[in-house]
């Protein structure tokens, strides 16, 4: 059973950083292409960050670039997300998604394309 467990969500002030992690557990995350998304409340789901299976290849959101990093250890078969200079725009629930196919850098800005999605951990910041 493929599990994406996100964790390191949380309630932070305007400027601060959190790193959330995405633990895989019963695929090989070196075999995927991994993805980063948000969703805020009354709004669609949007594309924050992905990281190609080698982490080689990295692609940011315009609203999140300069700030946020991407970044895996597949040995530990886990994906992170480290978010610096955080704002109340950043305020939303974020989503790890797992990538398997082909055309990968044409399509990872989709989520539709992602094979496997995690439940979300819930980042909050106060002004």
């Known amino acids: 059973q493929v599990q994406l467990v996100e964790s390191g969500g949380g309630l932070v002030q305007a400027g601060a950083s959190l790193r959330l992690s995405c633990a895989a557990s019963g695929l090989a995350l070196s075999s995927y292409a991994m993805g980063w998304f948000r969703q805020a409340p009354g709004k669609e789901r949007e594309f924050v960050a992905a990281?190609?299976?080698?982490?080689?290849?990295?692609y940011y959101a315009d609203s999140v670039k300069g700030r946020f990093s991407v970044s895996r250890d597949n040995a530990k078969n886990t994906v992170y997300l480290r978010m610096n200079s955080l704002t109340p725009e950043d305020t939303a629930a974020y989503y790890c998604?797992?990538?398997?196919?082909?055309?990968?850098?044409?399509?990872?800005?989709?989520?539709?394309?992602?094979?496997?999605w995690g439940q979300g951990t819930q980042v909050t910041v106060s002004s």
């Open positions: 998604a797992a990538y398997k196919g082909s055309s990968w850098t044409f399509k990872y800005r989709n989520g539709l394309k992602y094979d496997y």
């Open positions: 990281i190609s299976w080698s982490g080689s290849s990295k």
